[in-house]
């Protein structure tokens, strides 16, 4: 069985075509065994919560899962791992920019022995800006966390039951899909495909929230704290060395004054980086304080087809789980 999920936020009219277009696409080659995971990630919008829950209700193959707290994308992906049961599992977006007509080709690509297929763009139908955002990111993920030069992330990929069954210990509430992606998978290829014009609505993502969810790679390394490290030895090193040069051109010149400016730019420079590192280690305490305090990685407020996690229940059934998981 293939299970689709898809996080869904202020989902528009859309969704209901990307449905019917998935069938069709799996009809067509021959897959007839397959679940919908939709993840309504506390969209403000009641209009699309309404639409979602519909669908659930008219649609035993079709599980909702109604988040009461926006929790982000990577964590509404991880909600609908939970609860996805299928061998293979596809996850897409809400606004059709991922088509289902690529879906054969993720597949044929996983076939050949891959852990996990990720779909490449030929060219992304994104802004400028946020194109230029994503080759950044790609750059530091590469520097950082040691991602292949020749890797691109992207929201449409499929993967196996076991990576999903790895992914899912994850409990903590700040995910990072690229980061757990390479912890867990060995063989990880990119497959390109065709990036298609949103058709309705726009993008949820500001640079605010791109930020913070970029942020997020703190939890999968230690790699800034070994720059600071490093920095501290590095700049000890020099003032070292400064001070025994200024020592010795005081002895060997007595009359040399004391360079009081000098001192005030070495001490704002030392006391920056200082603060700066500062800010990163707090950010390591922070995360390490929020997962230690067991805060949720997602809030479900009710659920239809499903019962308990990996479990479906009668057709169209909604029921409460205002729970925490995580």
Known sequence: MISVIVPCYNSTHM???LIEETRAVFAKIGVTEYEFVLVNDCSPNPESCERI???GKENSDIKVIDLAKNTGQ?????????????????????????????IPVLLDKLKEGYDLV??????????????????????????????????????????RKYIRDELINYTHPYAFMEGLFLRTAGKIANVEIEHFERS???????????????????????????????LGILFSFIG???AFVVGIRKLMDPSMVAGYASIICFMMIFFGVVLLFMGVIGEYVGRIFMCINSAPQYVIKRTINVDRKGECSENGTETDDSGLNG
């Open 118 to 159: 990720l779909g490449k763009y030929k060219k992304k139908k994104h802004s400028a800006f946020r194109n230029l955002l994503t080759k950044m990111d790609n750059i530091f993920e590469h520097i950082v966390m040691g991602k292949p030069k020749d890797l691109d992330f992207t929201s449409f990929w499929v993967t």
């Open 74 to 102: 990577a964590n509404a992906q991880l909600t609908a791992l939970n609860y996805a049961e299928g061998d293979i599992i596809v996850n897409m977006d809400d606004d059709m920019q991922t088509h289902p007509k690529n």
């Open 200 to 230: 309705e609505g726009q993008s949820g993502y500001n640079l605010k929230k791109l930020i913070k969810l970029w942020s997020n790679f703190t939890n999968f390394t230690v790699f800034p704290l070994r720059i600071a490290g490093i």
């Open 15 to 17: 969704l209901n075509c």
């Open 53 to 55: 829950l519909k669908l």
């Open 240 to 242: 070292f060395i400064s």
